[in-house]
């Protein structure tokens, strides 16, 4: 015969396993967008690119490539930044000079 206390401790973790599953569909969104607010803070991107970031590698790639995906954005991100700072640094000068020309009264 099966003793009181496992009967109770089987009825509390059905309890506990069923509100989870009650409140978790609920929860999901906000513990969602406060992930990828720390993700995107963290690597640098905009919570919309890692969002659809997530949602494209995990369609196209599987669910396991979610977080290399990210992890590649950010390499991305971070090699775009440097070419287009360089960009910046080489052709600003002769754009000023450039558009002083114009300015001339």
């Given at each position: 015969?099966v ?59 599987g ?34 000079e ?8």
């Amino acid at each position: 015969m099966v003793s009181d206390n496992r009967i109770n401790w089987l009825i509390i973790v059905t309890l506990i396993g069923y509100c989870f599953y009650l409140l978790a569909p609920a929860l999901t969104p906000f513990i969602a967008v406060v992930l990828l607010a720390y993700i995107g803070n963290r690597i640098g991107l905009h919570s919309v690119i890692v969002f659809f970031l997530i949602v494209a590698s995990g369609q196209l790639f599987g669910f396991f490539d979610i977080l290399p995906a990210t992890l590649i954005a950010a390499i991305l991100s971070v090699l775009v930044r440097f070419i287009y700072d360089k960009y910046l640094a080489e052709h600003q000068p002769t754009a000023i000079e450039e558009n002083l020309g114009d300015l001339t009264l």
